[in-house]
């Protein structure tokens, strides 16, 4: 809740969503793609942080907006039809800049995990466009729910200066605040990983540092060692995000 004030209603610390899958969540390996991996998460956690009164509405009338830092997603198993699942997600208190949430996607028929991820957020202020403390906003929590899929610190992928492309911001990349929308990286990156058949995407860890705007166009590198790709895309001497593909 803003500091100061009460939460209105009950919170949970942990929400649940089930979806059905259609055919645009899936690569055209028909396993389910990095950027409808993106989407998934992207959602539940709008969802959630509106019923913790973190929603967007809740934080404009304080001048603030969430926008994400990085995501890490560690698939473990793939279905390969498209199938109704429950996705899981909880935030973890929050650190003195940071808000990490983590998330996993169940198979309800079987109770198999299909992946595991965690994003780390941020608070921006609207006019400044500079993070803020996390002294600013606190969830309306009495305690949080302790289940952590992850026993290491979030990777920070290196950057490739091998240029193989270069992808112009469209229209429809943009979200609702104004900038690359977060669930459209995954296309690019995979776009460039040049997976041969069979191949699957085994883990993934995406950085944004830079807010990427329609029209601007980014110059995509990409280096590979064995199963481990690192793809990261800029505008001009700036880095826009920078990633690391751990293939099987």
């Known amino acids: 809740m803003i500091k100061g004030g009460k939460a209105t209603m009950k919170v949970e610390n942990i929400y649940k969503q089930k ?12 396993n389910i793609g ?4 993106l989407d998934l998460f992207q959602n539940i956690a709008a969802r959630h942080a509106y019923l913790l009164g973190a929603g967007r509405e809740h934080l404009e009338k304080i001048n603030l ?38 998330y996993k996607i169940v198979n309800p ?19 400044s466009r500079k993070i803020v403390g996390a002294d600013r906003y ?8 302790e289940e952590e899929p992850f026993n290491h610190t979030f990777p920070r992928p290196s950057v490739s200066d091998n240029v193989v492309g270069n992808y112009t ?5 943009i979200d609702e605040n104004g900038h690359l929308n977060n669930s459209k990286y995954g296309n690019i990156i995979y776009d460039y990983l040049d997976l ?50 751990n293939i099987q």
Do not use: C
């Open 109 to 127: 028929a079987t109770n198999e995990i299909i992946a595991y991820s965690r994003s780390r957020w941020v608070l921006i202020d609207i006019d």
């Open 196 to 245: 041969q058949k069979g191949q699957k995407i085994k883990s993934i860890v995406i950085n944004y540092n830079n807010e990427a705007l329609q029209g601007e166009t980014l110059t995509i590198s990409r280096s590979r060692d064995d199963a481990k790709v690192v793809i990261s895309g800029h505008k001009g001497d700036t880095i826009v995000f920078s990633s690391e593909v």
């Open 19 to 30: 979806y059905v899958l259609t055919t645009n969540y899936y690569d055209p390996s028909n």
């Open 34 to 37: 990095v950027q409808g991996t």
């Open 138 to 145: 606190d969830y309306p929590l009495d305690f949080y729910y």
């Open 169 to 173: 911001v469209r229209p429809s990349d």
């Open 65 to 102: 907006v969430w926008v994400i830092a990085r995501t890490e997603i560690e698939y473990v198993t793939y279905p390969e039809t498209p199938l109704e699942v429950e996705v899981v997600t909880w935030p973890r208190p929050a650190t003195r800049f940071y808000f990490d949430r983590y």
